[in-house]
């Protein structure tokens, strides 16, 4: 996803970077999408029609940023009938997973056992600004992340999505795999396989895999059934 301040050049070139590449997995799929109030509008009955079932919006970034599409975007994906959710931008560098994450939960990130919400997503990626790391140690970073995931959890008994990129999670948490068994792994690249799987995750449950999406937005695709994604909206 983007910052409200990323250079897009600078996040797709970051995304491209040539990685070995694991086949992906024969199996039922389900296409959805992902966007923010850089696609103001958004034909979410259309999107519906075409086969998408699934939408995760951007909510907040920071603690001083709500994205102003965000209730716009959220009411038209229910109009829809889509399950949908939000998501967070991470800035590790301004203030604790804890502060952060209760930014989130007030601001649209929460969760509701209605069968058409997703736990929030932690969008956690390349520094917009700076600092691939944002200055964290892989350690510190671990502890970030852990501080937002508990937080979220205690708050709505659901772990989060973890978004990221195999080259910053390898990189900035030195390929942990403290969250591999409990939040689900949305992995961005775009290209046609997901490729290396970081951090202990056997699969991706999500699948960034375009820049563009017919409808708006980013291109995602659920690795499963409907079922699956049911399932995950429920709990």
């Known amino acids: 996803m983007l910052s409200s301040i990323i250079s897009p050049l600078l996040f797709l070139s970051a995304l491209t970077v040539a990685a070995p590449t694991t086949p992906i997995e024969k199996r039922a799929t389900v296409q959805g999408f992902d966007l923010s109030h850089y696609q103001a509008n958004v034909d979410f009955q259309g999107a519906y029609n075409d086969g998408a079932r699934f939408v995760i919006i951007k909510a907040t970034e920071g603690t001083s940023y709500t994205d102003p599409s965000f209730s716009t975007h959220y009411s038209g994906a229910t109009s829809a009938n889509l399950i949908r959710g939000g998501y967070h931008f991470a800035h590790p560098d301004a203030s604790s997973g804890s502060t952060q994450a209760s930014y ?5 990130g ?51 999505l973890i978004y990221t990129t195999d080259d910053w999670w390898s990189t900035c948490t030195g ?48 690795n499963g059934a409907q079922s699956g994604l049911v399932k995950l909206a429920t709990g």
């Open 110 to 160: 929460g969760w509701s056992n209605d069968g058409l919400t997703l736990p929030g997503m932690l969008d956690i990626e390349y520094n917009p600004s700076g600092a691939t790391c944002y200055g964290l140690s892989a350690s510190a970073m671990v502890s970030w992340v852990s501080d937002f995931v508990d937080t979220y959890k205690a708050a709505t008994g659901r772990d989060p």
């Open 104 to 108: 989130f939960l007030a601001h649209g």
């Open 175 to 222: 390929n942990s795999g403290a969250f591999s068994g409990s939040s689900p792994l949305v992995l961005a690249r775009y290209g046609s396989s997901p490729g290396t799987i970081p951090g202990g995750w056997g699969y991706q449950t999500i699948w960034q895999n375009a820049d563009s999406y017919s409808f708006g937005g980013d291109s995602d695709v659920f």
